[in-house]
């Protein structure tokens, strides 16, 4: 298939697709015309690392887990150990967010937000302890 067909099998744009097959995550067959040929099984990877990177996996975990994916004598704990990992980093993340979103919140409460030239965000934002009154 073309690659406006593995794009619409896999649910990439084919931008991603040429990507991908640039950094070696895939590698189509090329015709005598010189255009790429995909396969069944090209469009089930690429499928595969739509469905990974949506999870947030980078793309280094990507090539690892489709190394995997692709060794019948993988240990399910390499696969699960890289999942791991990567759900710790997301966890990390979420206490990060949340640390913002309380900082935010403590600064969006404490402005009157009227017509008055003071501002604790700004204040805040420019090292500043200035208290809007």
Excluded: W
């Excluded at 995550?25 to 990877?45: C, I, M, T, W």
């Excluded at 704990?77 to 980093?89: E, G, I, Y």
């Amino acid at each position: 298939m073309n690659i406006s067909e593995v794009a619409q099998a896999s649910g990439l744009p084919a931008k991603t697709i040429r990507y991908y097959e640039e950094i070696d995550l895939v590698r189509p067959a090329r015709g005598a015309n010189g255009y790429r040929d995909f396969s069944e099984q090209d469009a089930h990877k690429l499928t595969f690392l739509g469905r990974s990177r949506s999870l947030g996996f980078s793309i280094e975990e990507c090539r690892t887990l489709l190394s995997l994916y692709e060794d019948r004598e993988r240990a399910s704990a390499d696969v699960k150990s890289v999942a791991a990992v990567h759900l710790d980093r997301i966890a990390e993340k979420i206490e990060e967010l949340q640390a913002l979103k309380a900082t935010l919140e403590t600064l969006v409460h404490s402005c009157h937000g009227d017509g008055r030239p003071d501002c604790p965000i700004l204040d805040d934002l420019a090292g500043t302890k200035a208290a809007c009154a």
